[in-house]
Structures are given as C-alpha cells and as structure tokens.
C-alpha cells in the first residue's frame, strides 16, 4: 500500500493523470466510472474482497470487511488528495510519513480482536 501512496503522489505520469481524472468526472460520465474504478469504489472492491478472503482462510478476525476495506483506504485517500497541496519534497515526505505511520499503527493488530496479523 506504500508503494501505491508513492506511485500515485510521486510519478509524473500517474499524478497528472489522477488529477486530469478528478477534474474530468464531474463533466463526463466516463471519467467518472474511470475514477471510481481506479480511484474511489474500485479500491474498496479490491481491498473489502481481500479481507473477506483473509478472513475465511482464518488469517483476519471475522468482521465486516467492506466497513474494514473502507477505514483502510480511507487515510490513503486522504492523504493523497492532502500531497496535491504540498509545496515541496519535504512537505510531500512529512505527508507520506503520516500514511506509513497509519499503516503501522492501525493495521499491525487486527481491528477486531488486536491480535498481529500478516499485513505487518
């Protein structure tokens, strides 16, 4: 997920077109599908599908995995649309740290019971 936060926030490429993407969804239907596929719904899918699976493999606590998928993805989005703002690198970094952060300290434990989990 870290690697995400840097791919999203620090290339070029997919900056711009994270940014083209949330200009244009409020003009064209396409874009916004293409958004929430890449951006919004799509994510939560993606991650609320993985811990269901976690789960039924006996690796997560039971629980409710899209509210889980959403608090996860939550501080990364964020975050992210936070980074837009930085003016520099060091602001960026200080943004980044905040998320690796989020990472280590919320989602080390499972959110259910604290027990560790293998997502540390």
């Given at each position: 997920?870290?690697?995400?936060?840097?791919?999203?926030?620090?290339?070029?490429?997919?900056?711009?077109?994270?940014?083209?993407?949330t200009l244009e969804q409020y003009r064209n239907?396409?874009?916004?599908?293409?958004?929430?596929?890449?951006?919004g719904n799509g994510p939560v899918s993606f991650?609320?599908?993985?811990?269901?699976?976690?789960?039924?493999?006996?690796?997560?606590?039971?629980?409710?995995?899209?509210?889980?998928?959403?608090?996860?993805?939550?501080?990364?989005?964020?975050?992210?649309?936070?980074?837009?703002?930085?003016?520099?690198?060091?602001?960026?970094?200080?943004?980044?740290?905040?998320?690796?952060?989020?990472?280590?300290?919320?989602?080390?434990?499972?959110?259910?019971c604290k027990n560790k989990t293998l997502l540390?």
């Open positions: 997920m870290e690697s995400q936060f840097h791919y999203w926030t620090e290339d070029e490429i997919a900056c711009n077109f994270r940014k083209m993407l239907s396409e874009m916004t599908s293409l958004y929430q596929k890449v951006l991650i609320e599908d993985l811990f269901r699976e976690m789960m039924e493999q006996g690796v997560w606590c039971k629980g409710e995995p899209k509210q889980m998928a959403v608090e996860f993805y939550a501080p990364f989005y964020l975050l992210l649309t936070i980074s837009d703002a930085a003016h520099d690198k060091e602001e960026r970094e200080e943004i980044e740290n905040l998320f690796t952060a989020h990472m280590e300290f919320e989602w080390v434990l499972c959110p259910v540390k």
